[in-house]
């Protein structure tokens, strides 16, 4: 975090840039956490969606952005039907 710029590796060659609205706080308890807060609900669940949508959790592993307490469902690969 940098100001009113939330920055994130997530796999990607570049680091992404995600501009923080005024009325929310971004905190960073560590490297793999974000804590939104804020009073109003839907900009906190708004930010938070497009934080996620950064880097959506893929089925296959598991990686990617995901909410606190999301479980994501784990498909077998193709090596699991032999």
């Known amino acids: 975090m ?7 590796r997530v796999g ?3 680091e992404l840039h995600k ?6 706080t971004v905190t ?13 609900k839907q900009k906190v669940g708004q930010f ?3 934080v996620r949508s950064l880097r959506k959790p893929e089925p296959y592993k598991g990686k990617g952005v995901r ?8 498909k077998p690969g193709k090596s699991a039907t032999k």
């Open 28 to 40: 960073c308890p560590d490297q793999t956490h974000v804590v939104v807060q804020g009073c109003d």
């Open 67 to 74: 909410y606190q307490g999301e479980h994501v469902k784990i």
């Open 2 to 8: 940098s100001g009113d710029t939330l920055q994130l």
């Open 48 to 50: 938070a969606a497009d």
């Open 12 to 14: 990607f060659a570049n």
């Open 19 to 24: 501009k923080i609205p005024a009325d929310l």
